[in-house]
């Protein structure tokens, strides 16, 4: 049987940083994927989140895939919140010192992709997990090859990176799972149409939120807020953009254009605790679970990675596991933040069926207006606020 320093399971964002910088330290890691490169690169059902915080963007740079993401991204200062008619600009650099970039999250896993593998890095691609064993002392990972043969990989090290639908996860024996739906999704499309302003709008509207994101100058990413049990067929395109279109009022237009992609987003929040058993740890989704009103998925993802590398390199190249040991702990203070600010931000601009949460709600609408102080909460914890600070060594070492 094949035997390998750490065996990471999921292509995703994390699976992709965490396997990249290890290899740059001269720890051999190999990274098994159940779908193919192409899915991962191209498939429309993968386009997720667009925005880096501050520290993402510079994980990215400092791990060497970040050179395409500085020229075809766009750094914003900021970011639009319109409520009550009228719109409320954020100017993060003011209020936070710091920006953003806008870059999909599939865009960076493409870049990821090319930069492991012309380093020599090993992706094994269609090559589903459907067993961990031994994961306390010497763990073995079963998989299926694209062929259909099942074969064994023995390693040091197991890392679950496989998502919110996370087949590692339920292999972590005490795992407690906290977690909590919502009582709406979103409807999600891409479209080639100019953005509705050169920065995101988060709107919250008597008929429900949307957002106005973007890919590109001429790619917009929107999303409606919907009913949980809402049908994609309910929504053609017409009343998509006149619906966006509603909840934008007296703030700005969107114009109707070609629709690439329409989805569905369920939105919850999940944490597992612990991230880790023996020579076992999750990372990323496979761990945690944000709606993404906060945009905060692949950020939190970079911020595990970031704890983890710095933890198994610490074992590999000084022999200390203290880190290892520590690693949940550690990680839950920036997951809970960004889980604490994504319900923030969800519960702040989602309309509410329950009339006394709904005008609670407005409240703070109001105070976010009035208040600086509240502004700049906002900005810290969008921008990334464990990049700053006394925890920023933990995570800006790579
Ligand atoms: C996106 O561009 O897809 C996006 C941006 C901000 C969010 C969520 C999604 O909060």
Not at 31 to 58: D, F, M, N, Q
Not at 283 to 288: E, L
Request: charged share 25%; aromatic share 10%.
């Amino acid at each position: 049987m094949r035997r390998v320093q750490v065996a990471i399971v999921g292509a995703g964002p994390a699976g992709l940083l965490l396997a990249h910088l290890l290899r740059r330290a001269g720890v051999e890691a190999v990274v098994l994927e159940a779908r193919s490169r192409a899915y991962l690169e191209t498939s429309p059902h993968r386009i997720r989140a667009g925005v880096l915080e501050w520290g993402t963007k510079e994980i990215a740079l400092r791990a060497g895939v970040g050179e395409r993401m500085l020229q075809e991204g766009l750094e914003h200062r900021g970011v639009y919140l319109a409520f009550h008619g009228e719109a409320l600009h954020l100017d993060f650099l003011a209020l936070s010192g710091k920006t953003i970039w806008v870059y999909g999250q599939q865009y960076l896993v493409r870049d990821m992709i090319r930069h492991h593998l012309e380093a020599g890095g090993e992706i094994l691609f269609e090559h589903e997990v459907v067993g961990l064993e031994g994961l306390e002392e010497a763990p073995v990972l079963l998989y299926r090859t694209p062929e259909g043969r099942e074969g064994r990989l023995a390693s040091e090290f197991v890392v679950g990176a496989d998502g919110s639908h996370s087949l590692a996860r339920q292999h972590l024996p005490g795992a407690r799972v906290q977690q909590k739906t919502y009582p709406f999704a979103w409807l999600g499309i891409l479209a080639e149409t100019p953005p509705a302003a050169e920065e995101l709008i988060y709107a919250s509207h008597p008929r429900g939120f949307a957002l106005f994101s973007m890919r590109s100058p001429t790619l917009s990413r929107n999303y409606l807020q919907v009913r949980p049990d809402e049908k994609l067929e309910a929504w053609p395109e017409e009343r998509i953009w006149e619906e966006l279109n509603w909840r934008l009022e007296g703030v700005a237009e969107v114009k109707p254009g070609p629709l690439l992609e329409k989805s569905l987003t369920p939105m919850r929040s999940l944490v597992v605790e612990p991230m880790q058993y023996g020579r076992f740890f999750l990372v990323g989704d496979a761990a945690h679970v944000v709606p993404p009103t906060g945009a905060k998925g692949m950020n939190l993802a970079f911020c595990d990675v970031a704890v983890l590398c710095r933890a198994l390199l610490a074992y590999y190249q000084e022999g200390d596991s203290s880190l290892l040991n520590r690693y949940t702990q550690d990680a839950l203070r920036h997951v809970w933040q960004a889980e604490l600010f994504s319900y923030w931000m969800t519960t702040l601009l989602h309309t509410l069926e329950d009339p006394f949460e709904e005008a609670l709600r407005q409240a703070k609408l109001r105070h976010l207006r009035e208040s600086p102080h509240l502004q700049r909460f906002l900005a810290e914890n969008y921008v990334g606020l464990y990049t700053s600070g006394r925890y920023a060594d933990t995570l800006l070492h790579v």
